[in-house]
């Protein structure tokens, strides 16, 4: 994963590109995967935490596909 990071930007924005990429998604994945779990699981839906993670699973596969 790091390598492809790596890979996707020029020599110059590197560090900061990564480093922005890296912490955006931790910010905005792993801060928002507890609160929509506890809310699915207050609303009798078991289910969807599962789902909540399969599919972004989905949509990295689908992110790391070349075109």
Same mark, same amino acid.
């Given at each position: *994963? @790091?390598?492809? *990071? %790596?890979?996707?930007?020029?020599?110059?924005?590197?560090?900061?590109?990564? #480093?922005?990429?890296?912490? #955006?998604? =931790? =910010?905005? @994945?792993?801060?928002?995967?507890?609160? %929509?779990? =506890?809310?699915?699981?207050?609303?009798?839906?078991? @289910? *969807?935490?599962?789902?909540?993670?399969?599919? @972004?699973?989905? %949509?990295?596969?689908?992110?790391?596909?070349?075109?």
């Amino acid at each position: *994963m @790091f390598r492809y *990071m %790596l890979d996707c930007l020029p020599t110059q924005v590197r560090c900061t590109g990564t #480093s922005l990429m890296w912490s #955006s998604s =931790a =910010a905005i @994945f792993g801060g928002t995967a507890p609160i %929509l779990a =506890a809310y699915f699981i207050d609303q009798n839906w078991l @289910f *969807m935490p599962g789902l909540y993670v399969i599919l @972004f699973g989905l %949509l990295l596969l689908l992110s790391l596909r070349k075109t």
